[in-house]
């Protein structure tokens, strides 16, 4: 029970009410969590907002409870809410480069685009391998009409994928 082999109580700092009750929150967290994945895998993207809703009541600290429910309203094409829980997942977790890429994304859809180039450095700057960023990166300078930053974008996005590309062969060949 909640008992130790020598009679102590295990849970110490807390009362035994707010014990139960945690468990009960998480329990009902993991529920809602997989109502909310269902949802996306079958592309029922409202219910899943409205879950992933439920989650940031239940557990506000998760940054990504707020980045999931950004992904999805960016699916529903709400680009304000999107952009809204994606900058709250960054003031929850600023070292974590997607949220900076999505909101790039995000901006980029409603033409701020000084906003979308800044956070796509600080998310290649979180995360200088990936070249996924480099190539948004580079096309997103091109369109801008900036045809050498953007070609050398290209270009190291391009290395990145080689590299990564011939490290797999490598471990594929040990």
Do not use: C
Request: aromatic letters at 8%.
């Amino acid at each position: 029970m909640l008992v130790n082999t020598e009679g102590e109580l295990i849970v110490k700092d807390d009362s035994l009410l707010n014990y139960v009750k945690n468990e009960h929150v998480k329990t009902w967290i993991k529920r809602v969590e997989e109502i909310a994945f269902k949802s996306l895998r079958d592309k029922r993207y409202e219910i899943a907002e409205r879950y992933f809703g439920k989650l940031i009541k239940l557990d506000g600290g998760n940054a990504m409870h707020y980045y999931r429910r950004a992904l999805v309203r960016k699916q529903l094409m709400n680009h304000k809410a999107s952009l809204t829980d994606l900058s709250e997942a960054i003031t929850l977790n600023p070292n974590v480069s997607s949220y900076y890429k999505h909101r790039a994304e995000v901006f980029r859809l409603l033409d701020v685009d000084h906003k979308a180039m800044s956070d796509l450095n600080k998310a290649i700057k979180l995360n200088p391998s990936e070249s996924s960023l480099y190539e948004l990166r580079g096309k997103f300078r091109l369109s801008l009409g900036d045809r050498a930053g953007g070609r050398l974008d290209l270009l190291r996005s391009e290395e990145l994928k080689n590299d990564t590309d011939g490290l797999n062969e490598m471990n594929k060949a040990a």
